[in-house]
């Protein structure tokens, strides 16, 4: 049986060079933040402009999406992104040259 072994820089006494990995991507070049950040901003704007009883006052007669709810859910899409980015960690690798 033979075995390989590295020096410092990462190349093996062989001639053979290690690639060396990350975990994941960074999390702003990923889809699922840009997706995140996207959804996030379009809850907080439905929230502002979404007029309870449809004649223009912005909801003064009852507001069916107050900013409470809207900021329920901003929660709920972090929550999902973190264990997205949680699951995404755990399970891939990428590798530094890329």
Aim: charged fraction near 20%.
């Amino acid at each position: 049986m033979s075995s390989t072994t590295t020096n410092s820089t990462g190349a093996s006494v062989n001639g053979t060079v290690r690639r060396r990995s990350i975990e994941t991507k960074a999390a702003f070049k990923t889809t699922e933040f840009i997706a995140y950040v996207v959804i996030t901003v379009a809850v907080l704007i439905a929230s502002l402009v979404v007029d309870g009883n449809g004649d223009g006052d912005n909801g003064a007669g009852g507001d069916y999406f107050r900013a409470d709810r809207a900021w329920f859910y901003v929660v709920l899409l972090t929550i999902g992104y973190l264990v997205s980015r949680g699951l995404a960690k755990s399970g891939s690798r990428e590798n530094a040259d890329s």
